[in-house]
């Protein structure tokens, strides 16, 4: 046997173990299948002294005991460049939208290289969506990471399309987008590029797609790939990077599988043991430098809406700010569904967002706060049963929740509502007339949907 080949030992599923006895392979090796190079495994983990766990990153079917694989001495690299923007891509950096090869002069590994931390910066100005909401209670740092937490329909991919859609569209000179879809719906990955092409916004924008259709393996090492084109632009070509992914857990899911494969001994809450490596392995890599930042907004699946899941835990440490969807608020019928309660930002700060916008903010978060211990009151006995301080509390918290609901571009055709693009001072002003009672003869329901206040006078 030549000195770079080894013999598969065992096939479990999307899991090899190959055994070489001489010239080890280094993890995240590439090996092929001698028989049909097309046949691709990854070298994972140690299974022995002498053995290794490799992930089959395409088919599996030819795959057999005693069959030679020959290792590579390369780990996956994927073409980088401005060629990439406007494409979609797979793990290996290959078409998925029959618009040819992708030809670059460079290609990079997926895997990271040495750190500079001396050229970390840290984040300190606010990107503004002209979702009010978010810009209000969860104010985005450039260069920050955000998480959008939601179970199952409750409008986490909706919301980071919207948000997509409002950035690319200031049409911000020196920035570009890369987007990951890890273990979502075909469909939504396509609905997801048609709304980008009819936005005119593709050309700044590349994806990466590993959905659901695919195996473990592919699902688990898309978002490394998607990662090393955000560090390409920000450190080679100089551009800022909006890096997005949808969705988080499924990478976690992806983990999971391929631990159980292997005959790992889950954590005591049911997960891989990796799972906070895994974790820190991404987002280690998200940072900004002090010539240009990478921005993540990361969506995050809540299963059966449990926010202490370790699976969504494991994700809150790296976070800059949060956005929690709400099923009650979504049964209500208030779009976006945020609770407005628990979703925060570490830029909600007088030395970032302004002495005015923090001040309001406290005030409306303690104002919703009162309304929130008011609310079984109400329910047991009625509002009017409270007394005149206590009802003003309550009507104004509903008014404040009715102008937090905000019409989306990215859902006009659906709604046949015109989505609205609402400033950050405007905002402001808006709440603070609000908590100052200036809205207090309007009917809860007029306030619904609407852009900004201007809009009753009309």
């Not at 500079?116 to 300190?124: G, N, R, T």
């Not at 329909?153 to 690319?168: D, F, P, Q, S, W």
């Not at 936005?199 to 090492?221: C, H, T, W």
């Amino acid at each position: 046997m030549e000195a770079n080949n080894g013999k598969i030992k065992q096939v479990k599923g999307q899991i090899v173990e190959v055994e070489f006895l001489q010239n080890k392979p280094h993890m995240h090796d590439v090996l092929v299948l001698q028989a049909d190079p097309s046949i691709i495994m990854e070298v994972y983990a140690s299974a022995t002294p002498t053995s290794f766990f490799c992930l089959v990153l395409t088919h599996a079917f030819k795959l057999h005991r005693g069959a030679i694989v020959v290792n590579q001495q390369k780990t996956i690299e994927i073409p980088v460049g401005k060629e990439t923007l406007g494409r979609v891509m797979n793990l290996f950096g290959e078409p998925l939208d029959e618009m040819g090869p992708i030809t670059t002069k460079e290609r990079k590994s997926i895997y990271e290289q040495e750190n500079d931390y001396q050229a970390i910066s840290l984040p300190k100005e606010i990107i503004v969506t002209g979702i009010k909401a978010i810009d209000f209670f969860s104010p985005i740092l450039r260069g920050g990471k955000v998480g959008i937490f939601g179970g199952a329909g409750v409008g986490k991919t909706i919301l980071l399309t919207e948000i997509i859609h409002n950035i690319v569209n200031q049409k911000e000179s020196n920035t570009v987008s890369v987007f990951a879809g890890v273990g979502e719906r075909v469909r939504e990955g396509h609905e997801l590029h048609e709304s980008l092409q009819e936005s005119q916004v593709l050309d700044k924008v590349s994806l990466f797609y590993g959905p659901m259709g695919e195996n473990a393996a592919i699902r688990f090492k898309t978002p490394l790939a998607a990662i090393s084109l955000s560090e390409h632009f920000r450190d080679s070509l100089a551009t800022n990077v909006l890096f997005f992914i949808d969705n988080v857990y499924r990478l976690t899911q992806a983990g999971y599988e391929l631990s159980t494969l292997m005959n790992t001994i889950p954590s005591e809450g049911g997960y891989q043991p990796t799972l906070p490596s895994e974790m820190a392995a991404i987002h280690e890599r998200l940072y900004s430098t002090k010539t240009n930042s990478i921005t993540a907004f990361e969506a995050i699946y809540v299963p059966s809406d449990d926010i202490l899941d370790q699976g969504v835990q494991s994700v809150f440490p790296y976070l800059d700010a949060t956005i929690v969807l709400s099923r009650n608020t979504y049964q209500e019928g208030r779009y976006p569904a945020i609770d407005l309660l628990s979703s925060t930002s570490a830029a909600l700060k007088p030395d970032i967002v302004g002495e005015m916008h923090t001040r309001t903010a406290i005030e409306a978060q303690k104002l919703l706060k009162n309304a929130a211990s008011l609310d079984r009151i109400v329910a047991l006995i009625g509002e009017s049963e409270l007394n005149e301080k206590d009802r003003t509390t309550y009507n104004r918290a509903r008014l404040l929740k009715n102008y937090m609901t905000q019409s989306f571009f990215v859902t006009e055709v659906q709604t046949g509502k015109k989505g609205v693009f609402v400033g950050i001072e405007q905002t402001v002003t808006d709440v603070a007339a609000i908590l100052q009672g200036q809205c207090d003869n309007i009917d809860q329901y007029e306030i619904k949907e609407i852009g900004s206040l201007k809009q009753l006078s009309k």
